[in-house]
Nanobody, 121 residues
C-alpha cells in the first residue's frame, strides 16, 4: 500500500486546511491515522479512524478543531483542520495499519511522504 498525502500549505492563524491521503490500494480494512512532526520533535499522533465502525480518535490538542474522515470507495482519508494555530505547524503524515487504531508510530506499517503545514501568527 502506498500513501500519498496532499493539501498542506501556508496559512494564517484561524484559517482552515483539508489534508487528503490517497491510497494505492484498497484500505477499507485498515485503520488510518494522521501524525505530525514539528522540527526537532518526535512524530505525534493527531487523529485516527477505525475501518469497521468509523470510530474516531483525537489528540487532546486538536479535539474540536480537527476532523478525520474516510471515503472507502475512493481509498482516501481526510483531515479537516479548522481554527489553525501556529502550534499546529508541522509536517503531517498519514499512516495505515491492519487492525485497530493505535497512537504510536511503530504500530503503523504504511506511511505517506508527509505534507507541510505552516501556520503564521
Amino acid at each position: 500500500v502506498q500513501l500519498q498525502a496532499s493539501g498542506g500549505g501556508l496559512v494564517q492563524a484561524g484559517d482552515s486546511l483539508r489534508l487528503s491521503c490517497a491510497a494505492s490500494a484498497r484500505t477499507f480494512s485498515f485503520a488510518m491515522a494522521w501524525f505530525r512532526q514539528a522540527p526537532g520533535k518526535q512524530r505525534d499522533f493527531v487523529a485516527g479512524i477505525e475501518f469497521n465502525d468509523g470510530s474516531t480518535y483525537y489528540d487532546d490538542s486538536v479535539k474540536g478543531r480537527f476532523t478525520i474522515s474516510r471515503d472507502n470507495a475512493e481509498n482516501t482519508v481526510y483531515l479537516q483542520m479548522n481554527s489553525l494555530k501556529p502550534g499546529d505547524t508541522a509536517v503531517y503524515y498519514c499512516a495505515a495499519k491492519g487492525g485497530v487504531v493505535r497512537t504510536t508510530t511503530p504500530a503503523y506499517n504504511y506511511w505517506g511522504q508527509g505534507t507541510q503545514v505552516t501556520v503564521s501568527s
